[in-house]
T-cell receptor, first 110, second 115 residues
Framework: DAKTTQPNSMESNEEEPVHLPCNHS???????IHWYRQLPSQGPEYVIH?????VNNRMASLAIAEDRKSSTLILHRATLRDAAVYYC???WGYGQNFVFGPGTRLSVLP | DSGVTQTPKHLITATGQRVTLRCSPR?????VYWYQQSLDQGLQFLIQ???????AKGNILERFSAQQFPDLHSELNLSSLELGDSALYFC??????????????FGPGTRLTVL
C-alpha cells in the first residue's frame, strides 16, 4: 500500500502557482520523496525528488517539512499542459518499494 | 520523449491467448521495470530486472513472466489471458539497479484489450 496521502483532486487557474500537498507521517529515515506526474494518455513522468532539504529544478520545487512528515510540490506558474495526475511516492531500495497511490488530479483552468 | 520505447501500442486478443509485450530502455539504462495500470487498481509494480537478472518482484501473476536480454531490452509475456488482464502496461527504465535516487523513465505504454 502507498505510504502517502494526497487530495483526490485540485483545481488551479492558468499562470497561478499551485501547491500540491502530500502527507507521509510514517516516513522512515531512508525514504526519499519522489514526485511523478501522468499526463492524459501518457506514461508517468519524473518531476522531482528530495530527502530533507527543499529542492528546485526547471519543472517544480519541492518543499519538505522539517519533520519530513509532509511535503509540497510547487508549480510556480501553472500552464494547461500541467493538467495531470500527480503522484507522491516514498522510495527506498528496490522496485517493489516504488508504490503509486491514487495521486492528485490537477485541473488547470484557462 | 523519455527514450523508452514499447511495442506494440495496442493489442487486442481473446481470452486464453498468450501475448508478448516488448520494451527497449533508454540508452545506458540497466534496469527495466514493468507496471500494470487498470481503472480499478491504479499503477501496480510487476517486476524489475537489472542487467539481465531479476531484481525485485511485485504483484505479478504466475501466468505472467518477463525477461531481460543481453542487449537490455525486455519482454513481458502474458498467458492464459483473462478479461481482467485488460489494462495499460508500462515499461520504465533507470540507470541503476537500486537506490532511492534512481529516476525511472516511462515508456508510452501498451494498451491490452482482452475480449
Amino acid at each position: 500500500d502507498a505510504k502517502t496521502t494526497q487530495p483526490n483532486s485540485m483545481e488551479s487557474n492558468e499562470e497561478e502557482p499551485v501547491h500540491l500537498p502530500c502527507n507521509h507521517s510514517t516516513i522512515s529515515g531512508t525514504d526519499y520523496i519522489h514526485w511523478y506526474r501522468q499526463l492524459p494518455s501518457q506514461g508517468p513522468e519524473y518531476v522531482i525528488h528530495g530527502l530533507t532539504s527543499n529542492v528546485n529544478n526547471r519543472m517544480a520545487s519541492l518543499a519538505i517539512a522539517e519533520d519530513r512528515k509532509s511535503s509540497t510540490l510547487i508549480l510556480h506558474r501553472a500552464t494547461l499542459r500541467d493538467a495531470a495526475v500527480y503522484y507522491c511516492i516514498l522510495y527506498w531500495g528496490y522496485g517493489q518499494n516504488f508504490v503509486f497511490g491514487p495521486g492528485t488530479r490537477l485541473s488547470v483552468l484557462p | 520523449d523519455s527514450g523508452v520505447t514499447q511495442t506494440p501500442k495496442h493489442l487486442i486478443t481473446a481470452t486464453g491467448q498468450r501475448v508478448t509485450l516488448r520494451c527497449s530502455p533508454r540508452s545506458g539504462d540497466l534496469s527495466v521495470y514493468w507496471y500494470q495500470q487498470s481503472l480499478d487498481q491504479g499503477l501496480q509494480f510487476l517486476i524489475q530486472y537489472y542487467n539481465g537478472e531479476e531484481r525485485a518482484k511485485g504483484n505479478i501473476l504466475e501466468r505472467f513472466s518477463a525477461q531481460q536480454f543481453p542487449d537490455l531490452h525486455s519482454e513481458l509475456n502474458l498467458s492464459s489471458l483473462e478479461l481482467g488482464d485488460s489494462a495499460l502496461y508500462f515499461c520504465a527504465s533507470s540507470p541503476g539497479g537500486s537506490g532511492s535516487t534512481d529516476t525511472q523513465y516511462f515508456g508510452p505504454g501498451t494498451r491490452l484489450t482482452v475480449l
